[in-house]
């Protein structure tokens, strides 16, 4: 299809944004409504605009000024495969089936018959383009029109790889998907040779055009999920060395933007497929884990606010696909086991909604749930969990709690967990001792205004049997509305 006739067709699905005011022009009234989707590697909320006074990230600081902080985001699963299965598609991915880690020897992928943004987008008549982590597969259903060189941790290079795209006089509007593997901890590095990278990719050579941003490990804020010792505040140093680089290729990217006009005729989003790579957090579906940035700059609307919305990584396809004034993909049901063709519902859509409409609304309603549906990580790694949480409790069924909770090679292997590890199985590794972390029960329901961290498991807690009970119920309805099939473990176990 001519992509000017396509873009012409986009645009009579626009909408207008509501909550607008003043002079906020319509979505229509965009002289190209241009996407960049910004995710980062095992980020968690550790920048300024989050209140970390330490972490040096001026550029994210300014695209919060300029647009809306989500200050309660949430990745579905603290998994890097599994999570970018979702954010390209607004399924859960037990639905997606990348189940984990695409690649070596891995070897998760998607079912043929997802139909991905990049796809989706591109056959609307958007030019689509990626550049740095792919980390999904098959290709064909996640297919960009333009894979960008460009090393996935030199944040300039990446950046500068994408000026062609942006720069294009090309008429059709662009969705750029800069997928930086900062601030990602790296497994089997040798961090003792003065020009290998240490665990979080910092090089002593440095990579072209980026600072490198050195912490001081006595000046981090060590969270409460994890022991303060020399070594996890070293290591925290070095994360934070390379969320600073992310931030310098935010701000390049937003420089490009700016010279070349686009800049308001563009929405960016910036978000990471899941938390911090320590234990305790990536891998779990604690908190540490799951909660993420969302930073939404929206070409029309004054910036400078927080939203209180609790979002999920199955919100921002559908985002996207408003805003680009796209219809949402309709999926005839795939799962044709028997026992559940009663239950599961013979089509459905996807599984997020849009949250478009209330960037810029620090307390909308009604934004008030969300689910995470973990199954693998690396392929040995099999430890299903189904969670749901909500401004009051979370709730997490740890569906195989018979077997010990595995580990990640690069959380294993980390400094941070082998010292604490050597003390014993009662040694205390933020809330919870080596013993408690490794053998899970098989419910888990923690108060989060009071138990923040979930230290305190209330699930066999009597006076809270009625809340257990409402909790399964609501995750059993979540599965069936997912096609989950993991929802068959209700049936016989």
């Known amino acids: 299809m001519n992509k000017l006739v396509a873009l012409l067709l986009v645009l009579l699905y626009s909408v207008v944004i509501s909550g607008c005011t003043g002079d906020a022009k319509r979505v229509d009234e965009i002289p190209r409504r241009n996407v960049v989707l910004i995710v980062a590697d095992d980020h968690s909320q550790d920048l300024g605009a989050y209140g970390n006074p330490v972490v040096r990230t001026p550029n994210l600081d300014r695209l919060a000024a300029e647009g809306t902080v989500f200050k309660h985001h949430y990745a579905t699963t603290a998994s890097c495969?599994?999570?970018?299965?979702?954010?390209?598609?607004?399924?859960?991915?037990?639905?997606?089936?990348?189940?984990?880690?695409?690649?070596?020897?891995?070897?998760f992928v998607s079912f043929d018959h997802v139909r991905s943004l990049p796809v989706l987008l591109s056959d609307s008549g958007y030019r689509t383009a990626t550049v740095g982590t792919f980390h999904v597969a098959p290709r064909d259903v996640y297919q960009f029109d333009s894979f960008l060189a460009g090393h996935s941790r030199s944040s300039i290079e990446m950046a500068e790889a994408a000026r062609t795209v942006i720069e294009s006089d090309d008429e059709a509007p662009f969705f750029l998907y800069y997928a930086s593997s900062d601030p990602h901890r790296g497994a089997g590095f040798a961090t003792d040779q003065?020009?290998?990278?240490?665990?979080?990719?910092?090089?002593?050579?440095?990579?072209?055009?980026?600072?490198?941003?050195?912490?001081d490990p006595d000046d981090v804020i060590v969270?409460?999920?994890?022991?303060?010792?020399?070594?996890?505040?070293?290591?925290?140093?070095?994360?934070y060395q390379a969320i600073s680089r992310v931030d310098q290729g935010v701000g390049r990217l937003l420089s490009i933007l700016e010279s070349s006009g686009?800049?308001?005729?563009?929405?960016?989003?910036?978000?990471?497929?899941?938390?911090?790579?320590?234990?305790?957090?990536?891998?779990?579906?604690?908190?540490?884990?799951?909660?993420?940035?969302?930073?939404?700059?929206?070409?029309?609307?004054?910036?400078?606010?927080?939203s209180s919305a609790l979002t999920s990584m199955?919100?921002?396809?559908?985002?996207?696909l408003d805003f680009a004034g796209i219809e949402m993909p309709v999926y005839d049901q795939h799962i044709g086991l028997e026992p559940l063709k009663e239950a599961f519902p013979a089509n459905g859509g996807l599984h997020g909604r849009s949250f478009l409409d209330i960037v810029g609304t620090q307390d909308p309603v009604g934004w008030d749930e969300v689910f995470a549906s973990h199954t693998f990580h690396e392929i040995q790694m099999y430890y299903p969990m189904r969670a749901v949480r909500d401004r009051e409790f979370k709730f997490i069924w740890n569906v195989a709690y018979q077997l010990p909770f595995p580990f990640a090679a690069d959380l294993w292997e980390s400094p941070s967990w082998q010292d604490v590890y050597a003390e014993g199985p009662q040694a205390q590794f933020g809330p919870r001792t080596v013993n408690e972390y490794i053998h899970r029960p098989e419910f888990e329901l923690y108060d989060m205004l009071t138990d923040p961290y979930e230290s305190k498991n209330l699930a066999l807690d009597l006076a809270y049997s009625d809340e257990v009970a409402n909790y399964k119920e609501k995750l059993k309805g979540h599965q069936i509305r997912t096609w989950d099939p993991w929802y068959l473990k209700w049936q016989y176990e």
């Open 314 to 320: 199955v919100d921002i396809t559908p985002t996207i």
């Open 194 to 215: 003065p020009y290998a990278p240490d665990r979080f990719g910092n090089r002593v050579e440095g990579f072209p055009g980026v600072e490198s941003v050195v912490y």
């Open 81 to 107: 495969s599994a999570s970018r299965s979702v954010i390209l598609s607004g399924l859960q991915n037990h639905a997606t089936g990348q189940y984990g880690h695409q690649h070596d020897f891995h070897h």
């Open 262 to 306: 686009r800049l308001d005729d563009t929405l960016i989003i910036y978000t990471s497929d899941h938390g911090i790579a320590f234990p305790g957090a990536k891998t779990t579906v604690y908190e540490p884990g799951l909660r993420v940035p969302l930073i939404v700059r929206h070409p029309n609307l004054e910036g400078g606010g927080t």
């Open 223 to 239: 969270p409460d999920y994890l022991p303060d010792t020399p070594t996890v505040r070293a290591e925290i140093a070095q994360y």
